[in-house]
T-cell receptor
Framework: GAGVSQSPSNKVTEKGKDVELRCDPI?????LYWYRQSLGQGLEFLIY????????KSGLPSDRFSAERTGGSVSTLTIQRTQQEDSAVYLC????????????????????FGEGSRLTVL | GENVEQHPSTLSVQEGDSAVIKCTYS??????FPWYKQELGKRPQLIID?????GEKKDQRIAVTLNKTAKHFSLHITETQPEDSAVYFC?????????????FGTGTKLQVIP
């Protein structure tokens, strides 16, 4: 696609239910990131993927949060037994693999964000 | 891990004045410092970035400075316009082996008063 696509755009759920949020990155982008943005707050790092592996899961708030990426493309962020404090906008971003500038697809490492998934836990 | 602090959290300026946003980072190994702008209800977008081997970079009305010794960097917007009103995020990143982990600051809400 032309940009990073996230679904659903809005999700309202009841406390205790599980939710899945999906991110479809820009084609060819090998790196994928998940961030959380609470109302009026900054961008809280959750996890990032290099291909299908996640070298850094340190940002996941609890063991109720998990994420996977298959085929080096689509990623799913799963929140189990949702709590009210999970309410936020979950942003996904993707980027090309950063290079030194000598290859034709050289880039600075710019992150391209999706529109986000707004999660409301009642 | 990396920790990025950003100040101020809110900033109001008159149209035409300058705006400065400051950030500090904790990991001396970080080597890439991008700035993102998020307009209300929209996704963050890159506006300018700087690498650790450069002290200053300018793009029209915006400029970024970096002091590696002090581990701080700043965004400068001159001749502000109403369309500059947005939330600005600084970030620090360690680019290594072709990949990077990007840590963002808490954001600055800039309001430009016409």
């Amino acid at each position: 696609g032309a940009g990073v696509s996230q679904s659903p755009s809005n999700k309202v759920t009841e406390k205790g239910k599980d939710v899945e949020l999906r991110c479809d990155p820009i084609s060819g982008h090998t790196a994928l990131y998940w961030y959380r943005q609470s109302l009026g707050q900054g961008l809280e790092f959750l996890i990032y993927f290099q291909g299908n592996s996640a070298p850094d899961k340190s940002g996941l708030p609890s063991d109720r949060f998990s994420a996977e990426r298959t085929g080096g493309s689509v990623s799913t962020l799963t929140i189990q037994r949702t709590q009210q404090e999970d309410s936020a906008v979950y942003l996904c971003a993707s980027s090309l693999r950063w290079t030194s500038g000598r290859e034709h697809y050289s880039n600075t490492g710019e992150l391209f964000f999706g529109e986000g998934s707004r999660l409301t836990v009642l | 891990g990396e920790n990025v602090e950003q100040h101020p959290s809110t900033l109001s300026v008159q149209e035409g004045d300058s705006a400065v946003i400051k950030c500090t980072y904790s990991d001396s190994a970080s080597n890439y410092f991008p700035w993102y702008k998020q307009e209300l209800g929209k996704r963050p977008q890159l506006i300018i970035d700087i690498r650790s081997n450069v002290g200053e970079k300018k793009d029209q009305r915006i400029a970024v400075t970096l002091n590696k010794t002090a581990k701080h960097f700043s965004l400068h917007i001159t001749e502000t316009q109403p369309e500059d009103s947005a939330v600005y995020f600084c970030a620090a990143s360690l680019q290594s082996g072709g990949y990077q982990k990007v840590t963002f600051g808490t954001g600055t809400k800039l309001q430009v008063i016409p």
